[in-house]
């Protein structure tokens, strides 16, 4: 269809012919070309560099009937970049998302990417300048009135901004190479028990970025300016280099907190060549740290004395509750629970559970402990099958107690130097699962463990079978394990303590 140089210049016009006089049309057109433009959702100049011969048709016109089947990542080159257009079709399964937003989804709300917080609000105006400015003011308004922040919508906007946002309080950046969402062991009883409930003092703002959070953000856009008074970091960062030396350049203080000897790790680990690559990252970033927060006195050791603080692991009492109905009937049980890395230690009680089986009538049930990999023959133990989002913490530890009813828990760990540092957060656990548990005697637990006290220590294969023979045969003694294990978690392992001495360290 041939059009003249005058209509292709007016879109009414042009929009009347393409659409055959059809009124429903002609509306959806000429509505959708009016918002685009109002919202200056389409670079102009961009465009052109994409369509460098428009034959005389307006850029947005042209857009509609033509550069609207360009792929995607082509439009993008030309879109507003707060529109991600991949985000909005993958959440809104549509096919044209500039369409489908401006005649349908804005009424609905729509977010336009995945740190949208429903910042437009008209339009009539431009995108990009009135969702900078709600963000910027939604930013704002949250971190002037909240002490414990880490909504991606809030953290990351805050983290690319030219200027801090001035507090009253002590502002802390957080970093964790966890994801934030589904937090796991570490970065939940490290970090985020212990900041949430410390942001309630009202002292100091945390700022927690994870792992999904860096996926988003731009890493050089981290610690442009001094966005943080003080820096916290756990374990490894992919970006750790690029971190201290933004700090140190802004003059911001950094605390170096982990749960294991990281720069101690095994060759024979999984870990080793990873950790062992980012050594040089570790050293430097703990050499300029004010203060490195440690889990055990053994891993404080390998520290220099003056800068480590050690802060033990605590009952966590807001993610599971002391398990009172301990079980008194039924079939006896062992059993042994952990991550999918430990059938080295696993294999230390092989033997002690086959010879145990030849004279008692008991299963031993393990929940994770060994990899696909390992192919191990499961003749000697039963398997119990790991929830989803087995790493999540919080879910896991809600899970755990309704799934087993154990009557005696094993602990064996491999004494090695890596493992010496390790904490005793175990014992912990199992108090408060109410089940009387048997542990490797070495400095992890026999610092904790009264050996017929609270628990049961054992070095060698006879003295495994002993122990747990002992706690087999005494169901009056499983009781009063459980009780003394829970009378000093109770006493020694509070959460409350570990948060004053963050507050200390922070506030020093």
Known sequence: MFFSKSIKKNPKMYITLKSKGNPQKISKYQDAYSRIKSLAIIDEDKYLDVHNNLNDLDYILHYLYYGINDPLEVQQSYICDVFDLEFYKNNYNVEYPILDYVLDGFFKKNQINVLDNNYVNTLETHINEQYVANQNSSVENIVSNSYYIHDKKTVIPYIERETPIELDTLRVGVFTNDPFENLPP??????????????????????????????????????????????????????????????????????????????????????????????????????????????????????????????PNYYVDAVFDIKEDIKTEGKLKLGYYGTLTHSKDLFLIKNVILKLKEKYDFDFEVIGGFNASDNVEDDWFNPIELPPNNMDFEKFMKWLPESIDWDIALVPLENSPFNQCKSELKFIELAILGLPGVYSDMCVYNTVVEDGVNGFLASDEDEWIEK??????????????????????????????????????LTK
């Open 468 to 505: 747990i023979e002992m706690l087999i045969l005494d169901k009056s003694l499983r009781k009063t394990i459980r009780q003394n294990a829970l009378n000093k978690v109770l006493s020694d392992y509070t959460i409350e303590d570990r948060i004053n001495k963050w507050d200390s360290i």
């Open 186 to 311: 570490c970065s939940y009883i490290r970090l985020h028990a212990l900041f949430s409930r410390l942001a309630e003092r009202e002292k100091h703002t945390f700022f927690m970025y994870g792992m999904d959070s860096y996926a988003i953000l731009d890493i050089e856009d981290i610690i442009r300016c001094k966005l943080f008074d003080v820096v916290v970091v756990q374990r490894i960062l992919p970006f750790l280099d690029e971190l201290r030396e933004k700090c140190e350049k802004h003059g911001i203080k950094l605390i170096y907190e982990t749960d294991d000897d990281l720069l101690g790790v095994e060759e024979n680990s999984p870990s080793y060549e990873y950790v062992n690559r980012v050594s040089k990252s570790i050293i430097d970033f703990i050499d300029v740290s004010e203060v490195v927060t440690v889990t055990t006195p053994t891993l404080a050791s390998k520290f220099d004395e003056n800068k480590v603080a050690i802060i």
